[in-house]
């Protein structure tokens, strides 16, 4: 079984061309630089095959192969890894880092350098915190990267929880300014419209709670799309009107 431990490796050491360094950093130190020479050598080629296999066959770059040199470059780098930091530390620095870095952007250039970026930063927290608390370096290494994670899943721009959550409160928001846009419209010609433009009778004729219906409310109001006309019977202003206008066009 090849099992690594972190703390072990500085004492396993060679001496290449007068360097004196541990084994796993010459053994790993290779194998980044052939993940390296082959990502930038096969950039276009990798990602054209990896997200499009049908494109990729057309234009003759063999996506069969292209694939399995990737499986080889993982399974090659696993391999080093586990004898040199054992496996929790490889799957939680293959898995953590790129998924927090797919949090954070969608772009693939980006992806990667964040990747790296978090699974270095996870690396010398995790030691800190292990030398701070006299505990294990790779569980350490391993909690800093889920740490890294939990923060992009809650708090990440686009994609995080928090996001996705004031995303989904703004759209239903903006869909209930709508629909009380479209019914003062509908309303106001009318000679029921002193009573169904009414503030009062608005929360009831559109089934809205009074807190959530103040909200919009209030949110048409700071948009200059309505205004009471003497007293509490809303009218809808110009701008009112014409976004009306792009809702009933749609």
């Known amino acids: 079984v090849l099992l690594g431990e972190l703390v072990f490796v500085p004492f396993n050491r060679a001496t290449l061309l007068g360097i004196d360094l541990p084994i796993a950093l010459w053994v790993m130190g290779a194998i980044a630089l052939l993940d390296l020479v082959a990502i930038l050598l096969f950039y276009k080629e990798l990602k054209l095959s990896t997200f499009d296999?049908?494109?990729?066959?057309?234009?003759?770059?063999?996506?069969?192969?292209l694939h399995y040199g990737l499986m080889s470059l993982v399974s090659i780098t696993a391999v080093g890894a586990f004898d040199a930091v054992g496996a929790v530390l490889v799957v939680a620095l293959m898995v953590a880092p790129p998924a927090t870095a797919y949090l954070l952007t969608s772009r693939l250039p980006h992806m990667l350098v964040l990747s790296v970026g978090i699974g270095l930063l996870s690396s010398v927290s995790g030691y800190c915190l292990a030398h701070s608390v006299n505990g294990s370096i790779a569980g350490s290494i391993a909690t800093m990267t889920g740490v890294f994670f939990l923060l992009a899943?809650?708090?990440?721009?686009t994609r995080g929880l928090v996001a996705q959550h004031l995303r989904r409160r703004r759209v239903r928001q903006e869909f209930a300014?709508?629909?009380?846009?479209?019914?003062l419209h509908h309303h106001e010609a009318s000679e029921e419209a002193s009573e169904e433009n009414a503030v009062p009778a608005l929360q009831h004729h559109l089934r809205w709670e009074a807190r959530f219906a103040e909200q919009v409310l209030r949110a048409a109001h700071e948009g200059g799309l309505v205004e009471p006309n003497g007293g509490s019977v809303l009218h809808l202003r110009p701008e009112g009107r014409e976004r009306v206008e792009r809702v009933l066009a749609r």
């Open 177 to 183: 300014v709508d629909m009380l846009l479209v019914h």
């Open 153 to 157: 899943f809650f708090f990440a721009p």
């Open 53 to 65: 296999e049908g494109l990729a066959a057309a234009l003759g770059f063999a996506p069969a192969v």
